[in-house]
């Protein structure tokens, strides 16, 4: 894994070049989930998901990782009110995608 000033650096060049700055947000948001830095990681996950809506629309894989990623930080951080939407979300566009699997 890349090292946080490493990926920091990166996606401040990311937005200064008008790039897809999504997937360098989602592995920053996971490197600091793993180093139990969840508060930090919360806002990553949330622009990562929000680009990727814009960008890629809501039933994109992509974007459903998105979803289960700022999920499971919610419900690792124990905010189970705010988890619940987005694992039924999730739920529900891989049924609609994938059927009763």
Wanted: aromatic letters at 2%; zero cysteines; glycine letters at 6%.
């Amino acid at each position: 894994a890349l090292s946080l000033e490493l990926l920091s650096a990166r996606l401040q060049a990311e937005r200064l070049n008008g790039k897809d700055i999504s997937l360098t947000l989602d592995t920053l948001a996971q490197d600091l989930q793993a180093q139990g830095k969840h508060d930090e990681a919360e806002p990553l996950y949330r622009e990562a998901l929000e680009v990727r809506r814009e960008t890629l629309g809501n039933r994109h894989p992509n974007t459903l990782a998105s979803i289960n990623n700022l999920g499971m930080l919610l419900y690792m951080k124990g905010d189970l009110a705010a988890a619940e939407p987005l694992s039924r979300e999730a739920l529900e566009v891989r049924r609609e995608t994938l059927g009763n699997r």
